[in-house]
């Protein structure tokens, strides 16, 4: 009998939230955007003033790089940002209080990015070194 209580309510749990996930998604559509201008794979990124900031990675060719790059929605274009300090992979990246941070690679420094100047600066350092990266 506790078997069949179970399921049921689990079935009535897996209905309610495949109703609720699809109202959800109700008449939204994926769109392919432009594609990125560099190749890159284990990146970082953040969304800030609406833009989506692509930071470091591996390039095409398995380097670690410091490219920033910049996609833009509402006009479907990539334009570069100040590159970071040194390469960087499997970085991560946040906004917080309306800055875009990068953090947890490289060098064991934490850096904000500056939109009005295209600059990064270190604000901190995580004192923990990433040991796939070396600093340039």
């Not at 990124?45 to 996609?71: F, P, R």
Request: with cysteine; glycine share 14%; proline share 2%.
């Amino acid at each position: 009998m506790r078997r069949n209580f179970t399921a049921s309510v689990f079935g009535l749990f897996l209905c309610l939230t495949f109703v609720s996930t699809g109202r959800a998604q109700n008449g939204g559509t994926w769109q392919l955007g432009a594609p990125m201008t560099v190749a890159r794979q284990e990146l970082a990124t953040g969304v800030l003033d609406g833009k989506v900031y692509v930071i470091g990675g591996y390039d095409g060719d398995g380097n670690s790089t410091a490219t920033v790059q910049v996609y833009d929605p509402i006009t479907d274009m990539w334009t570069s940002a100040q590159s970071l300090p040194y390469a960087v992979n499997h970085n991560s990246a946040a906004v917080a209080g309306g800055e875009l941070y990068s953090f947890g690679a490289g060098g064991g420094e934490v850096f904000v990015y500056d939109s009005n100047s295209n600059s990064w600066f270190a604000v901190a350092s995580t004192h923990y070194l990433h040991s796939g990266t070396a600093a340039v």
